[in-house]
Structure formats: structure tokens, C-alpha cells
């Protein structure tokens, strides 16, 4: 039966196949692209966490060293440089546990948050 003469002409099975074909490429394209946001953002984060516990790591080693070299002076010249060197084992070792507790805190909240909305709308925005 035709269509009368007023009314769009109707679409064959074919094309309306190969248009659902393409309208789900584009959202697979587009959820790969959501997924690849997420990932870099998170990686980014990741990584500045993952800078602090290496820095505050480093602080924390530094603070033994200081700590063993000031005891060994300590002993050798009757406690002058041990005090020396327990002030400088106590800022490096306050530092340290300053960045590694940053560094923690940066790690477990890795989920996403208000930040990483808005990076992802931003990403979903043609």
C-alpha cells in the first residue's frame, strides 16, 4: 500500500538497520572516550600522590641517616652533634611523615569526586 501523498516517505528495513548500526558505533566511540577521561584523570592523581610518598619516602630515609650519623657523633664528642643531629632527624622526619600521610590520603581518594565530574562533563562536551 503507498503512503499518502502528504506523509514523509517511510525508510526501507535496510537503512533503518544501517542507522542503528551507526548510532551505536557513536556511543561505543563515545563511552571509550568517558572511560579514557576517567582513566587519565585518575592516573594524573595517581601520580601526584604517588610523587609525595616517594618524596616523603626519601625524607623518612634521610631522617634514619641523620639520626645514626648524629648518635655516632653524639657518642664520639659527648652529645653536641647528636642533639645536632636529632634536630635534623626530627625536621626530616616531621616533613616525611607530612608528605607520606599527604601522599595516603591522596591514594585512597582515587574514587571519583567533584573534580573528576567536572573533567568528565568537560570530556563529554562535543
Known amino acids: 500500500m503507498d503512503a499518502p501523498s502528504g506523509e514523509p516517505r517511510e525508510e526501507s528495513i535496510g537503512d533503518l538497520f544501517g542507522r542503528l548500526v ?38 623518612l630515609f634521610s631522617a634514619v641517616t641523620a639520626l645514626v650519623i648524629g648518635l655516632v657523633m653524639g657518642l664520639s664528642q659527648y652529645m653536641s652533634p647528636f642533639f645536632a643531629g636529632l634536630i635534623v632527624a626530627i625536621l626530616l622526619a616531621g616533613g616525611g611523615w607530612l608528605l607520606v600521610n599527604r601522599g595516603l590520603a591522596g591514594m585512597k581518594g582515587l574514587g571519583r569526586d567533584q573534580a573528576e565530574q567536572q573533567a568528565i562533563d568537560k570530556a563529554a562536551q562535543p
Open 22 to 59: 551507526e548510532d551505536g558505533r557513536a556511543y561505543a566511540e563515545a563511552e571509550l572516550e568517558l572511560v579514557k577521561a576517567i582513566a587519565r584523570y585518575r592516573a594524573e592523581r595517581a601520580g601526584r600522590a604517588l610523587a609525595a610518598l616517594g618524596v616523603g619516602a626519601v625524607l
